[in-house]
């Protein structure tokens, strides 16, 4: 089982975390995973039908469900039916990772030890969380803030003012002046005249060669991660919120917005100010014209715009004078 580096689990068991209901067997070392990540040690959930196909293939132990969509998990996979599975699932996570759904405070930061980092570069009044990794070659812009566990490669820049946590980020990546990534996502479940907040788990990842501009925030995973490509640019003040996958040599200008969980293929590329729905797959070598409301699944190779985006054609003849 991979162990979650950014956050603290508690040793409870399954029957300790759902005590109202009868289940089977009781297991103690577990944890909770998407349905195509989970293991025979972990439970899952499974809350849509567009995330049937994932749960037909599932490994987990158990899942969280409804009555509804019980039938498609496998045989061998322990049902846990409930009524609300986003809320039951938001009760798990904060029983089994308490500190998950507030970003406290890094009480451990402190000026960084130069014996610990002898081939980077720190500008003023840097601050560097424990356990902390950074490449040889890499350069943290004065102000900014690495918080504990966060790995960074070789050969990177992280501009003025930046505050990461919660990530993992590869060689030759460029971050540019005050990005925040790896905070907690917007997430809560209405119940009961309150909001519960959605812990979240997760963490982001940011492979090779990307490039960020000023301004942008990417919000770590809730149960998933959130995944930035090789070789991807964001432009400045891009958002991305938890879950989102975007690929590999994308192309993303200024302002544009993605809910969560949607996923980005290949070269895409995405003009200013568009913004894409979530739970949504858009395919490879797609093109959304700047202002663009992304609002349903996009296959390869389409160029679309408009709101609701709409295939190149149709837009032009839908608003030809």
């Known amino acids: 089982m991979e162990k979650n580096i950014f956050f603290k689990k508690k040793n409870i068991s399954l029957n300790q975390l759902f005590p109202k209901l009868n ?53 061998s996979t322990e049902r846990i039916i409930v009524e609300n599975v986003l809320y039951e699932l938001a009760i798990a996570l904060k029983k089994l990772y308490p500190d998950s759904d507030i970003d406290y405070n890094d009480v451990s930061l402190a000026s960084p030890k130069r014996k610990s980092f002898k081939n980077v570069i720190f500008g003023n009044n840097v601050l560097i969380g424990r356990s902390v990794k950074i490449g040889k070659n890499s350069k943290i812009g004065a102000n900014s803030i690495i918080e504990s566990n966060v790995k960074i490669g070789k050969n990177c820049v992280i501009g003025y003012g930046s505050i990461i946590r919660k990530s993992v980020i590869g060689d030759n990546v460029v971050i540019q002046d005050n990005c925040k990534i790896g905070q907690k996502g917007f997430g809560f479940i209405p119940v009961k005249g309150k909001n519960f907040k959605f812990p979240h788990i997760g963490k982001v990842i940011i492979n090779d060669n990307v490039e960020i501009a000023s301004g942008c925030t990417i ?86 715009m408009g709101y609701p985006a709409l295939p190149i054609r149709e837009f032009l003849k839908k608003n030809r004078s």
């Open 23 to 75: 289940l089977k067997k009781n297991i103690k070392y577990f944890d909770i995973k998407p349905l195509n990540k989970a293991s025979k040690n972990d439970i899952t959930f499974l809350d849509s039908f567009g995330y049937k196909n994932f749960a037909q293939k599932t490994k987990a132990f158990a899942c969280i469900t409804s009555k509804k969509l019980e039938k498609f998990l496998p045989s």
């Open 219 to 304: 919000d770590r995973g809730s149960v998933d991660d959130t995944i930035i490509g090789e070789n991807t640019y964001l432009d400045n003040q891009v958002h991305i919120a938890h879950n989102v996958q975007i690929g590999l040599n994308c192309m993303i200008a200024g302002q544009v917005g993605f809910a969560g969980s949607s996923k980005i293929g290949n070269y895409v590329k995405i003009g200013g100010q568009a913004g894409v729905s979530g739970h949504l797959e858009i395919g490879n070598n797609v093109q959304i014209g700047g202002g663009s409301g992304v609002v349903k699944n996009i296959k390869d190779n389409q160029v679309v």
